[in-house]
């Protein structure tokens, strides 16, 4: 991917909502995208271009025909990938930390990594530097099936967990 390529159409496409910085936004729930993994954020462009996630402002950006090439796709990822990290992401309470991060260990680290660092090789997000509430909103889009292009082992993990575990989840990996 060309980075200046990239910048130009995040600038143009992507900053209005997810920011300058690409940090998101918590207050709307806007995730933050910059230092992500670039085979995750083409993977994610794609979903949305194919309708295999749904956010109808996302399928709107992913049509314009500036966006629709396999190059403008790779050029966005590398961008924000080379993009510093939110260094201050929204973070959950901090209530239940412990019973959090034992769940996370024996629920997430497998595939999300020990650290939350996520895995470039199997399209796998880094949950680090990521807004608490946008972590609880898409454990609970996955835990219902909101999300098409997830491992099926995925969801039914997350369907059986109660809501205070995904939200001390969230809590320890924000």
């Not at 929204?90 to 260990?105: I, P, S, T, W």
């Not at 796998?124 to 099926?152: D, E, I, K």
Request: hydrophobic share 35%; with cysteine; aromatic share 8%.
């Amino acid at each position: 991917g060309d980075p200046s390529s990239g910048e130009s159409l995040y600038n143009s496409l992507c900053a209005s909502c997810h920011g300058a910085q690409a940090y998101g936004n918590a207050a709307t729930v806007i995730p933050s995208l910059a230092g992500q993994l670039r085979l995750y954020l083409i993977k994610q462009l794609v979903d949305f271009a194919e309708g295999d996630r749904t956010a109808p402002e996302m399928h709107r950006v992913v049509a314009l025909k500036r966006l629709t090439s396999p190059q403008a796709v790779s050029d966005v990822a590398t961008y924000l990938r080379n993009l510093p990290a939110n260094p201050r992401p929204e973070v959950g309470e901090g209530k239940d930390l412990a019973a959090g991060k034992r769940y996370y260990d024996g629920l997430c680290a497998f595939c999300h990594g020990a650290n939350g660092e996520g895995s470039g090789r199997h399209a796998t997000p880094s949950l680090q530097h990521q807004h608490y509430s946008y972590l609880l909103m898409q454990s609970r889009r996955l835990a219902v099936g909101h999300r098409y292009s997830v491992p099926v082992e995925v969801i039914e993990i997350l369907e059986k967990l109660p809501f205070e575990q995904l939200t001390a989840i969230a809590d320890y990996a924000s």
